[in-house]
């Protein structure tokens, strides 16, 4: 079982260049979420999705787009990279939302440099 | 910002101490989870504990919870060195959000 499934693991940019992170779940999770993980901040919420075809902002979305074409994938897509996107980040889904009291499962993150 | 904060930022403890680490927040919640992330890898979900529940233990992991000081804390008895990793608090509310705190670090020596 595979679980959450991030791809690519590494990637190195030049400012300026566009790039898509593909999260993929196989557990039938409802909901999926993209974080970005920084030294001393912890992890920050960029973009959600309650289902297929849905989409929501988290707290720092401005610079990413994101699109759930189908209920499996979650695509993260930076346009135009820039140095402060410089980052590692993370996938996650659940089963359903958070009022209903469930836990989030995780991929092995996808590690980011823009220079 | 919606991140909580977590205490200490980092703890350094010997094999067979307890540790524990203490969450903050700042809004309403439905449920507080604690998650584990070794280095270099993704978080893990440890444990779930409900706005309406004050304690909860999971093997050597005991959770409380107080939503009128909008507290949590997180006890590992007996630690070990395999426990060493960042420790993370997040709070699910009523939005479809779960939102982390900033982590904290415990070094477990043997």
């Known amino acids: 079982n595979a679980g959450v499934t991030q791809t690519p693991k590494f990637r190195v940019l030049k400012t300026g260049q566009s790039m898509t992170l593909l999260c993929a779940q196989d557990?039938?999770?409802?909901?999926m979420y993209w974080y970005r993980q920084d030294p001393g901040m912890g992890l920050r919420l960029i973009h959600y999705?309650?289902?297929?075809?849905?989409?929501a902002k988290g707290e720092v979305p401005d610079g990413y787009n994101v699109s759930r074409l189908k209920k499996q994938n979650f695509l993260l897509g930076l346009e135009s990279a820039a140095p402060s996107q410089t980052s590692v980040y993370f996938c996650?889904?659940?089963?359903?939302?958070?009022?209903?009291?469930?836990?989030?499962?995780f991929g092995q993150g996808t590690r980011l440099t823009v220079v | 910002s919606q991140q909580g904060e977590e205490d200490p930022q980092a703890l350094s403890i010997q094999e067979g101490e307890n540790a524990t680490m203490n969450c903050s927040y700042k809004?309403?919640?439905?449920?507080l989870q604690w998650y584990r992330q070794n280095s270099g890898r993704g978080l893990v979900h440890l444990i779930l504990?409900?706005?309406?529940?004050r304690e909860k233990h999971s093997g050597r992991l005991r959770v409380t919870l107080d939503t009128s000081k909008k507290s949590s804390s997180l006890l590992i008895t007996a630690s070990r060195a395999a426990d060493t990793a960042s420790y993370f608090c997040?709070?699910?509310?009523?939005?479809?959000?779960?939102?982390f705190g900033t982590g904290t670090l415990l070094a477990v020596q043997p």
């Open positions: 996650a889904s659940t089963r359903g939302a958070m009022r209903l009291n469930t836990e989030a499962f």
């Open positions: 557990m039938n999770h409802e909901y």
């Open positions: 999705s309650v289902g297929e075809g849905t989409t």
């Open positions: 809004t309403s919640i439905n449920n």
């Open positions: 504990i409900r706005s309406n529940e």
């Open positions: 997040a709070r699910g509310g009523a939005t479809n959000k779960l939102i």
